[in-house]
Protein backbone atom coordinates (compact mmCIF):
# COMPACT_ATOMS: atom_id res chain seq x y z
CA UNK A 1 0.00 0.00 0.00
CA UNK A 2 1.61 3.33 -1.05
CA UNK A 3 -1.00 5.94 0.45
CA UNK A 4 -0.90 8.18 3.13
CA UNK A 5 -0.27 5.98 6.47
CA UNK A 6 -1.64 7.23 9.80
CA UNK A 7 -0.85 5.73 13.14
CA UNK A 8 -2.59 4.68 15.74
CA UNK A 9 -5.46 4.41 13.97
CA UNK A 10 -7.64 5.17 17.56
CA UNK A 11 -6.28 6.61 20.74
CA UNK A 12 -7.98 6.61 23.89
CA UNK A 13 -6.60 8.38 26.73
CA UNK A 14 -7.35 10.42 29.78
CA UNK A 15 -7.70 13.94 30.21
CA UNK A 16 -4.12 15.54 31.06
CA UNK A 17 -1.95 12.84 29.24
CA UNK A 18 0.16 13.34 26.36
CA UNK A 19 -0.47 11.39 23.02
CA UNK A 20 1.38 11.44 19.68
CA UNK A 21 0.05 10.65 16.23
CA UNK A 22 2.48 10.02 13.41
CA UNK A 23 1.67 10.26 9.87
CA UNK A 24 3.94 8.98 6.80
CA UNK A 25 3.28 10.54 3.59
CA UNK A 26 3.31 8.80 -0.21
CA UNK A 27 7.05 8.74 -0.54
CA UNK A 28 7.70 11.09 -3.17
CA UNK A 29 5.24 13.72 -2.00
CA UNK A 30 7.54 16.76 0.08
CA UNK A 31 4.36 18.61 1.36
CA UNK A 32 2.75 17.08 4.15
CA UNK A 33 -0.35 18.89 6.28
CA UNK A 34 -2.28 17.97 9.57
CA UNK A 35 -5.78 18.80 9.75
CA UNK A 36 -8.44 18.07 12.08
CA UNK A 37 -12.15 17.32 12.38
CA UNK A 38 -14.91 16.88 14.63
CA UNK A 39 -18.77 15.37 14.27
CA UNK A 40 -20.24 17.77 11.53
CA UNK A 41 -17.98 19.62 10.38
CA UNK A 42 -15.05 19.53 7.74
CA UNK A 43 -11.49 19.42 8.25
CA UNK A 44 -9.79 22.14 9.78
CA UNK A 45 -6.40 23.06 9.02
CA UNK A 46 -3.49 22.98 11.53
CA UNK A 47 -0.16 23.06 9.82
CA UNK A 48 1.63 22.68 6.75
CA UNK A 49 5.44 20.99 5.98
CA UNK A 50 7.08 21.61 3.18
CA UNK A 51 10.05 19.62 3.35
CA UNK A 52 11.48 19.58 6.79
CA UNK A 53 9.99 23.24 7.31
CA UNK A 54 6.86 24.26 9.06
CA UNK A 55 5.76 26.38 6.95
CA UNK A 56 2.11 27.70 8.54
CA UNK A 57 0.61 26.87 11.61
CA UNK A 58 -3.31 27.72 12.89
CA UNK A 59 -4.14 29.59 15.23
CA UNK A 60 -6.17 26.52 16.46
CA UNK A 61 -2.94 25.41 17.38
CA UNK A 62 -2.62 26.32 21.03
CA UNK A 63 1.32 25.64 22.29
CA UNK A 64 -0.16 22.30 23.51
CA UNK A 65 0.24 20.91 20.18
CA UNK A 66 3.59 20.68 18.60
CA UNK A 67 4.53 19.13 15.09
CA UNK A 68 7.42 18.03 13.13
CA UNK A 69 9.08 16.61 10.08
CA UNK A 70 12.58 16.43 11.35
CA UNK A 71 14.27 14.60 8.04
CA UNK A 72 11.18 15.46 5.48
CA UNK A 73 9.43 12.54 5.49
CA UNK A 74 7.49 11.24 8.20
CA UNK A 75 5.86 13.73 10.78
CA UNK A 76 4.66 13.68 14.46
CA UNK A 77 1.71 15.58 15.78
CA UNK A 78 2.03 15.63 19.58
CA UNK A 79 -0.77 17.16 22.51
CA UNK A 80 0.35 17.45 25.98
CA UNK A 81 -2.15 18.08 28.46
CA UNK A 82 -4.99 16.82 26.11
CA UNK A 83 -8.40 18.24 27.19
CA UNK A 84 -11.31 16.85 26.36
CA UNK A 85 -12.29 19.64 23.43
CA UNK A 86 -8.93 17.64 22.18
CA UNK A 87 -11.61 14.59 20.94
CA UNK A 88 -11.22 14.41 17.21
CA UNK A 89 -10.23 12.83 14.20
CA UNK A 90 -6.42 14.14 13.44
CA UNK A 91 -5.55 13.63 9.39
CA UNK A 92 -2.90 14.00 7.58
CA UNK A 93 -2.98 14.71 4.00
CA UNK A 94 0.08 14.79 1.20
CA UNK A 95 1.29 15.94 -1.75
CA UNK A 96 3.93 16.21 -4.55
CA UNK A 97 5.02 19.98 -5.18
CA UNK A 98 3.84 19.25 -9.35
CA UNK A 99 -0.30 18.67 -8.32
CA UNK A 100 -2.49 20.22 -6.56
CA UNK A 101 -4.66 17.78 -4.94
CA UNK A 102 -4.32 16.65 -1.32
CA UNK A 103 -3.93 12.37 -0.36
CA UNK A 104 -5.57 11.90 2.79
CA UNK A 105 -5.11 9.02 5.28
CA UNK A 106 -7.14 7.14 7.00
CA UNK A 107 -7.10 9.18 10.24
CA UNK A 108 -6.09 8.73 13.80
CA UNK A 109 -9.48 9.33 16.17
CA UNK A 110 -8.33 10.66 19.36
CA UNK A 111 -10.74 10.07 22.26
CA UNK A 112 -9.90 11.67 25.84
CA UNK A 113 -12.28 10.50 28.75
CA UNK B 1 -15.64 32.91 9.47
CA UNK B 2 -16.43 30.29 6.89
CA UNK B 3 -14.99 31.15 3.84
CA UNK B 4 -16.25 28.34 1.98
CA UNK B 5 -19.64 27.35 3.15
CA UNK B 6 -22.11 24.09 2.25
CA UNK B 7 -25.70 25.15 2.80
CA UNK B 8 -27.48 22.08 2.35
CA UNK B 9 -26.16 19.36 5.17
CA UNK B 10 -27.94 16.78 3.26
CA UNK B 11 -29.36 15.71 0.08
CA UNK B 12 -31.58 12.03 -1.28
CA UNK B 13 -31.75 11.75 -5.07
CA UNK B 14 -32.76 8.55 -6.48
CA UNK B 15 -30.56 6.21 -8.72
CA UNK B 16 -29.79 6.72 -11.81
CA UNK B 17 -31.13 10.68 -11.58
CA UNK B 18 -28.45 13.74 -11.23
CA UNK B 19 -27.07 14.91 -7.50
CA UNK B 20 -26.12 18.71 -7.66
CA UNK B 21 -24.19 19.26 -4.59
CA UNK B 22 -23.47 23.09 -4.19
CA UNK B 23 -20.65 25.40 -2.58
CA UNK B 24 -20.11 29.14 -1.95
CA UNK B 25 -16.73 30.74 -1.09
CA UNK B 26 -16.46 34.37 0.04
CA UNK B 27 -12.81 34.55 -0.83
CA UNK B 28 -12.25 35.57 -4.74
CA UNK B 29 -8.18 35.30 -4.03
CA UNK B 30 -8.84 31.33 -4.51
CA UNK B 31 -7.59 30.05 -7.23
CA UNK B 32 -7.75 26.49 -7.24
CA UNK B 33 -11.25 24.17 -5.64
CA UNK B 34 -11.78 20.49 -5.23
CA UNK B 35 -14.24 18.06 -4.54
CA UNK B 36 -13.88 15.05 -1.74
CA UNK B 37 -15.72 12.51 -1.06
CA UNK B 38 -15.77 10.69 2.33
CA UNK B 39 -17.06 7.50 3.87
CA UNK B 40 -17.39 6.65 7.51
CA UNK B 41 -14.50 5.95 9.39
CA UNK B 42 -12.07 6.64 6.59
CA UNK B 43 -9.92 9.58 5.23
CA UNK B 44 -11.38 11.86 2.61
CA UNK B 45 -10.74 11.07 -1.27
CA UNK B 46 -9.82 13.18 -3.76
CA UNK B 47 -12.64 13.18 -6.22
CA UNK B 48 -12.38 16.07 -8.74
CA UNK B 49 -10.60 19.55 -8.91
CA UNK B 50 -11.00 22.71 -11.11
CA UNK B 51 -8.40 25.98 -11.66
CA UNK B 52 -9.99 29.24 -11.26
CA UNK B 53 -9.33 30.08 -15.25
CA UNK B 54 -11.44 27.19 -16.42
CA UNK B 55 -15.49 27.15 -15.97
CA UNK B 56 -16.18 23.26 -16.12
CA UNK B 57 -14.22 20.39 -15.50
CA UNK B 58 -15.01 16.73 -16.53
CA UNK B 59 -14.34 13.11 -14.82
CA UNK B 60 -16.54 10.62 -16.20
CA UNK B 61 -19.05 10.87 -13.94
CA UNK B 62 -18.24 13.53 -12.44
CA UNK B 63 -18.60 17.34 -13.52
CA UNK B 64 -17.26 20.30 -11.84
CA UNK B 65 -18.69 23.93 -12.28
CA UNK B 66 -17.02 27.13 -11.37
CA UNK B 67 -18.66 30.48 -11.82
CA UNK B 68 -16.60 33.18 -10.68
CA UNK B 69 -18.44 36.07 -10.21
CA UNK B 70 -21.08 34.62 -8.00
CA UNK B 71 -17.90 32.93 -6.07
CA UNK B 72 -20.13 29.56 -6.66
CA UNK B 73 -18.54 25.77 -7.43
CA UNK B 74 -20.98 22.83 -8.18
CA UNK B 75 -20.61 19.43 -8.38
CA UNK B 76 -22.60 16.93 -10.92
CA UNK B 77 -22.49 13.32 -10.77
CA UNK B 78 -24.84 11.26 -13.00
CA UNK B 79 -26.26 9.01 -13.20
CA UNK B 80 -26.17 8.96 -9.41
CA UNK B 81 -25.31 5.17 -7.71
CA UNK B 82 -25.92 3.75 -4.55
CA UNK B 83 -21.91 3.68 -3.92
CA UNK B 84 -21.89 7.42 -4.38
CA UNK B 85 -23.98 7.69 -0.76
CA UNK B 86 -20.91 9.66 1.12
CA UNK B 87 -20.38 12.51 2.41
CA UNK B 88 -18.90 15.35 0.24
CA UNK B 89 -16.87 18.09 0.91
CA UNK B 90 -15.30 21.32 -1.36
CA UNK B 91 -12.14 22.90 -1.02
CA UNK B 92 -10.41 25.68 -2.16
CA UNK B 93 -6.59 26.82 -1.90
CA UNK B 94 -5.32 30.51 -1.11
CA UNK B 95 -3.00 32.37 -3.04
CA UNK B 96 -0.26 34.45 -1.61
CA UNK B 97 0.23 34.12 1.57
CA UNK B 98 -0.93 31.13 2.67
CA UNK B 99 -0.46 27.41 1.99
CA UNK B 100 -3.67 25.52 3.23
CA UNK B 101 -6.89 24.12 1.98
CA UNK B 102 -10.08 25.60 3.32
CA UNK B 103 -12.93 23.12 3.40
CA UNK B 104 -16.60 23.19 3.79
CA UNK B 105 -18.51 21.54 6.30
CA UNK B 106 -19.91 18.53 3.68
CA UNK B 107 -23.22 17.37 1.99
CA UNK B 108 -24.57 13.95 2.83
CA UNK B 109 -25.76 12.39 -0.03
CA UNK B 110 -27.78 9.72 0.15
CA UNK B 111 -28.87 7.79 -3.21
CA UNK B 112 -31.91 5.58 -2.79
CA UNK B 113 -31.87 2.22 -5.08
Known amino acids: DTGVSQNPRHKITKRGQNVTFRCDPI?????LYWYRQTLGQGPEFLTY????????KSRLLSDRFSAERPKGSFSTLEIQRTEQGDSAMYLC???????????FGEGSRLTVL | DQQVKQNSPSLSVQEGRISILNCDYT??????FLWYKKYPAEGPTFLIS?????DKNEDGRFTVFLNKSAKHLSLHIVPSQPGDSAVYFC????????????FGTGTRLKVLA
Open chain 1, 93 to 103: ASRPSSAGELF
Open chain 1, 27 to 31: SEHNR
Open chain 1, 49 to 56: FQNEAQLE
Open chain 2, 27 to 32: NSMFDY
Open chain 2, 50 to 54: ISSIK
Open chain 2, 91 to 102: AARGTSGTYKYI
